[in-house]
């Protein structure tokens, strides 16, 4: 079930589930999305870029790179659309993070995981090593 939140564009409280701005939003969102679909399935304007597509509807950038990132508008059809990278801000068509991005994030997790299994294999090392239990005979025969 949703929880309650406040919507990010307009403040008015809404149930958060799928949804991520409220009713009143929602439809102009829609109406928005109908704006801009309309201006680029024309011939004309397939290669417009975002920032032509805003001068020419008056629809937010933002929300024009939030329709590509929801994938509602396809950059396989309109090629001039594209969205920011989460990380750098890098212009991408796909995915969350460009490639330069993913590649650094990658290697940070490889140089992660080599570190946790070397101190993994010393910890094995000292334990199979210093482990010598020695037991006292603590009733001396006289």
């Known amino acids: 079930m949703g929880e309650l939140a ?16 409220c009713l009143n939003c ?18 004309k304007n397939r290669t417009a ?10 629809v937010d950038e933002e929300l024009i790179r939030k329709f590509v990132k929801e994938r509602r508008l396809h950059p396989a059809q309109f090629p001039a659309l594209a969205y920011s990278c989460e990380k750098c801000g890098a212009s991408i068509q796909e995915d969350r993070l460009c490639v330069s991005c993913k590649k650094t994030l ?3 997790l490889k140089a992660h995981e080599q570190t946790s299994q070397a101190l993994e294999q010393k ?14 005979n603590s009733h001396k025969k006289s």
């Open 106 to 108: 990658e290697e940070g």
């Open 26 to 43: 929602r439809k102009q969102e829609e109406e928005d999305f109908q704006t801009v679909y309309r201006f680029i399935r024309k011939k």
């Open 49 to 58: 870029t975002v920032e032509d597509i805003t001068k020419a509807t008056g």
């Open 6 to 21: 406040n919507c990010p564009n307009c403040h008015a409280i809404f149930l958060r589930g799928t949804a991520t701005v």
């Open 123 to 136: 910890k094995r090392e000292n334990l199979s090593s210093g482990l010598t239990y020695y037991s006292v």
